[in-house]
């Protein structure tokens, strides 16, 4: 399956009218099996895309929720192997396309192609690397090229027009497009605007396109994909409330629920 | 050594940021090969440097240290002290600071960031931003904060605003962190005055460059003082500046390069920031370099008594030249720097920072490979990167000075 997992998952979604809900998890906040729990339990309650969230000691690219769950993470046992071994699970309960999202220095100590090979063998889907731009990562490329696992790109508010077709060379799955220039669980992104960038870079990459950070609500998603992106990612609202709740059935519950009510959210919306 | 069209080092340096940062960096690079090595540019700058810093700095001949490490004139033939304690706010970061802060008004930017260990390279961004006029935030690990209080005084006395960082080890690599995640927010306006030879291409090698004229002066120096060139060179490393600014002018000649990490409580105790001696490859801030981590990739604390010297990262020039043998880098522990710190001021009245202290400390096994090299005592310049007044508090805590008068 690999990457047509993710490419069938998105175009079946945009025949249907509908728009995916990707939802990230931190790996290992507060507990490696709470997060296969609350993995299984995102795709049960309706998410279409996981993204496992590998957590490391520097993020520099999130903001205090998602830093404060990698802490936590670390702490009980989250790591590259443990984001392997919750797809591994996963993948053994459902069909949910799953990218590995990570920053790049656990892989560095993993091994890039190692990373690439595993990731095929526990039924993973992708990476996403937050801290590789397309200049970087040559051997990791290859391999998860050949191993037919997507590399997501990112393009940012930032990125100028005469960048975008750099990154989009090689890239396959979907391109990820970041809504605000900022970390991750920044309030006020800027969603129409973002929209309307998305809708441009669409057609440009012509890859599906989901837009992520600063998503809370079903109005940001509604708002997020009011100009035909194929999908939202919604992260620290999921951590948050994982992490608010004492227990794993109540963890459970608040992922089911938030990801229930954003996917009645989205669905509702007429596209 | 020259530097690849990606930022390599050899192996070591490239651009691993998110992609947010990407146009930024490019635009810095860009304004590198445009202003920083244009003739209008360098005049600028080196006019400040001479009327504003104080350059040249003085190469001063320590021969009453010299004595009491080598007291049978074996090993040390010559000490020559390069004096970047005094310049300006009594360091070598001046010179970056001035530079990226003249670059940064050429490229329109409204607002300065920095991050800062021991409070140097704070101190000279929140100065450079006074001069010339821009306002100047620096972010600072708590842990810092306490241990070097009289320069969080400083930069607030220079209208610096001082933002204490709570995260992880609450030092240097955590004020780095948060410094990122600010210039990711506020790039379009903002420059981040990185403080050391590290981080994503271009910074290294644009702070390289900044800092270069350290070992230029010594090379001429050195030359007319005590004629034709030092057998090595010795510098402390924290993220590699002041090292890489003085090894910079030598390392097309024979001249032995020699870089001293803070070592802790010791390379093999688990508390120390010896990343080329004790790391591994990997990326943290940006490059590919050596750092302190563990087996699933997460940054291990750094450990050392000079906050300066205490990150887990090291610029990737320094992990080239050592990866190729063409610089040797030992380690001091914080006693020895200590005892060091000590040593040099009793004996020549200069009280030094504890970063450099640690290149103090190596003098007498660097001085030995170099005589056993020669077979005569060695002629050695030492990068005397800072002053010691802002470690007044660790000394008297861990020395006992200052306590019974
Ligand atoms: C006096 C002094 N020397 C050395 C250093 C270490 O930095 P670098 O290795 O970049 O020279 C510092 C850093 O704060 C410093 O203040």
Sequence with gaps: ?271 | MAVSALGYYDDFGGRFVAETLVPALEELENAYREHVLSAAFQNEWRDMLRHYVGRPTPLYRADRLARLLDPAQKTIGELWLKREDLCHTGAHKINNALGQVLLAKKLGKKRIIAETGAGQHGVATATACAVLGLPCEVFMGSVDVLRQAPNVARMQMLGAKVIAVESGSKTLKDAMNEALRDWVTNVRTTHYCVGSAAGPHPYPMLVSELQRVIGDEVRVQFNQQSGGLPDGVVACVGGGSNAIGMFRAFVADPVALYGVEAAGEGVHSGKHAATLTAGRVGVLHGARTMVLADDDGQIVEAHSVSAGLDYPGVGPEHASLMASGRATYLSATDEEALASTERVARSEGLLIALETAHAFARLPEIAELERNKHGRPARLALCLSGRGDKDLGTLRDRLGFGKDV
Excluded: W
């Design chain 1, 1 to 271: 399956m690999t990457v047509e997992r993710i490419e069938q998952r998105l175009a079946g979604l945009r025949a249907e009218g509908r728009t995916a809900l990707v939802i990230y998890l931190t790996i290992g906040d507060p507990s490696v099996e709470d997060s296969v729990a609350c993995a299984l339990a995102a795709a049960r309650a309706g998410a279409d895309i996981l993204e496992l969230g590998v957590p490391f000691s520097d993020p520099t690219a999130d903001g205090p929720v998602i830093a404060a769950a990698a802490f936590r993470a670390i702490h009980n046992g989250g790591s590259f192997r443990a984001a392997l071994e919750t797809a591994e699970a996963v993948r053994k309960e459902s069909s949910i396309p799953i990218i590995l999202f990570t920053y790049y220095n656990p892989l560095v100590a993993f091994g890039d192609e190692r990373a690439a090979d595993d990731a095929l063998r526990v039924g993973a889907d992708g990476f996403l690397v937050v801290d590789l731009p397309p200049e970087e990562g040559a051997v990791l490329r290859a391999r998860a090229k050949r191993n037919r696992l997507a590399i997501i790109p990112l393009v940012a508010p930032t990125t100028g027009l005469d960048r975008e077709p750099h990154l989009f060379e090689g890239a396959s799955g979907f391109v990820y497009y970041v809504s605000v220039t900022g970390v991750t669980g920044a309030g006020a992104a800027p969603l129409s605007e973002a929209a309307e960038r998305a809708a441009g870079i669409r057609e440009r990459a012509r890859l599906p396109v989901v837009i992520g950070f600063g998503i809370r609500t079903s109005a940001d998603a509604e708002r997020a994909a009011s100009h035909g992106a194929d999908g939202v990612v919604v992260g620290s609202e999921i951590v948050r409330a994982i992490a608010a709740a004492a227990s794993r059935e109540a963890r459970v519950a608040a992922v089911e629920q938030l990801v229930g009510a954003l996917r009645a959210g989205l669905d509702s919306r007429p596209r």
